[in-house]
T-cell receptor, first 110, second 126 residues
Framework: EIVLTQSPGTLSLSPGEGATLSCRAS???????LAWYQQKPGQAPRLLIY???TRATGIPDRFSGSGSGTDFTLTISRLEPEDFALYYC???????????FGQGTKLEIK | QVQLQESGPGLVKPSQTLSLTCTVS??????????WSWIRQPAGRGLEWIGH?????????NPSLKSRVTISVDTSKNQFSLNLNSVTAADTAVYYC???????FGSGYYYYIDVWGKGTTVTVSS
């Protein structure tokens, strides 16, 4: 089973700054199996990025994803107040077939 | 647009069976190329995938829960369901039903979750 480790655990930034969130896998992950989600308190997660770099419908272009193999990154340029939330990466494993998530990165206002 | 709504008891006694149903609206559950899945999240913690079902009836479960989980589908009601037996306090969580499309891009599939229910809180306590 592939384990995803996200860093940092908490990221403190100000609106207008840029954010870089990391997701590292214990084994190589196919890019088409890697996605990112945003979760706000009391809400279900929302899909941001799939296929490591494709923005989901309606997601602003300040969100971008990159990476391959074991290292993936979610970048948020010019943070807006509504971007402060929890972020999770997710991968799909073939053996066994299952979805797994990282433990999350909390993006908080500095 | 597609919407998912979880329903079921909010309180389950230890050792009993947790049963939840997800009603799908805005799309037919028989549409191919979708996994219908359950995910849970204990308070203040991360997301745990429980399992999914394809319209063929094929299922996959998280190995850590496999011995206790059954996911089924009722096409006549456009619903799918989760049964988790022999529950303990560790099963207390928000339970989400979700849709995971299988999107072909020419050389493989994308795997991600695009629609989430609002979630329902289940507490295991006597």
């Amino acid at each position: 089973e592939i384990v995803l480790t996200q860093s940092p655990g908490t990221l403190s930034l100000s609106p207008g700054e840029g954010a870089t969130l990391s997701c590292r896998a214990s084994q190589s992950v196919r890019s088409n199996y890697l996605a990112w989600y945003q979760q706000k308190p009391g809400q279900a997660p929302r899909l941001l990025i799939y296929g490591a770099s494709t923005r989901a419908t309606g997601i602003p272009d300040r969100f971008s994803g990159s990476g391959s193999g074991t290292d993936f990154t979610l970048t948020i340029s010019r943070l807006e107040p509504e971007d402060f939330a929890l972020y999770y990466c997710q991968q799909y494993g073939i053996s066994p077939p299952m979805y797994t998530f990282g433990q999350g990165t909390k993006l908080e206002i500095k | 647009q597609v919407q998912l709504q979880e329903s079921g008891p909010g309180l389950v006694k230890p050792s009993q069976t947790l049963s939840l149903t997800c009603t799908v609206s805005g799309a037919s559950i028989t549409t191919s190329s979708n996994y219908w899945s359950w995910i849970r999240q204990p308070a203040g913690r991360g997301l745990e995938w429980i399992g999914h079902i394809y319209i063929s009836g094929s299922t996959n479960y998280n190995p850590s829960l496999k011995s206790r989980v059954t996911i089924s589908v009722d096409t006549s009601k456009n619903q799918f369901s989760l049964n988790l037996n022999s529950v303990t306090a560790a099963d207390t969580a928000v339970y989400y039903c979700v849709r995971a499309p299988l999107l072909w891009f020419g050389s493989g599939y994308y795997y991600y979750i695009d629609v989430w229910g609002k979630g329902t809180t289940v507490t295991v306590s006597s």
